[in-house]
Structure formats: C-alpha cells, structure tokens
C-alpha cells in the first residue's frame, strides 16, 4: 500500500489539536494577566497622579500667599523708609 497510514495520521493530527488547545488557553491566561496588570498599573498611576497633583495644588496656593506676604512686606518696608527720607524724621518722632 503506498501513502500515507490513516491511524497515524489521526494520531498526528490529535496531538497538533492538543498542541493548539494548549497554546490558545496559554495565550488566554496571559491576555488574563496582562488586563490586570494594566488595571493595577493605571489604578496605581491615577492615585500617585492625584496625590501628586494635590501636593502640586497645596503648594501653588500657599506659595503666593507667603510670596504676597514677603511682597507686601518689603512694599511697606520701602515705603517707610521712603517715607522717612522725603518727610524727615518728624512723622516717627
């Protein structure tokens, strides 16, 4: 009999269904874990991005105040001595 045995080439292809079986519930698996990864990492990012951002806002709102204050501060400093220099030493005595 010439060709191929049809016993073997059953058995063969049996073993390459089991083989892609195999494969597909492997790649399933890790799309699987890869989706969570990437939840996790995005939770993660969007908390260290809020945290970030609220340090970031904190600090853009007392910088100016304590910025005016300094300002404020020199402003009157200034206009004291400017004060003094223009009306002379009769104002504070």
Same mark, same amino acid.
């Given at each position: 009999?010439?060709?191929?045995?049809?016993?073997?080439? @059953?058995?063969?292809?049996?073993?390459v269904i089991q083989d892609? #079986?195999?494969?597909?519930?492997?790649?399933? #698996?890790? #799309?699987? !874990?890869?989706?969570?990864?990437? $939840?996790? +990492?995005?939770?993660?990012? *969007? #908390? +260290? $991005?809020?945290? $970030?951002?609220?340090?970031?806002?904190?600090?853009?709102?007392? !910088?100016?105040?304590?910025?005016? *204050? *300094? +300002?404020?501060? @020199?402003?009157?400093? $200034?206009?004291?001595?400017?004060?003094?220099?223009?009306? *002379?030493?009769?104002?504070?005595?």
């Amino acid at each position: 009999m010439k060709g191929y045995n049809k016993d073997e080439v @059953d058995q063969f292809l049996d073993m390459v269904i089991q083989d892609y #079986e195999a494969f597909e519930e492997k790649l399933s #698996e890790l #799309e699987r !874990a890869l989706e969570q990864s990437k $939840r996790q +990492t995005n939770s993660a990012s *969007g #908390e +260290t $991005r809020f945290n $970030r951002e609220s340090q970031v806002s904190a600090t853009e709102q007392t !910088a100016p105040a304590q910025a005016a *204050g *300094g +300002t404020n501060y @020199d402003i009157l400093k $200034r206009l004291s001595n400017l004060e003094k220099e223009v009306f *002379g030493k009769k104002l504070y005595e």
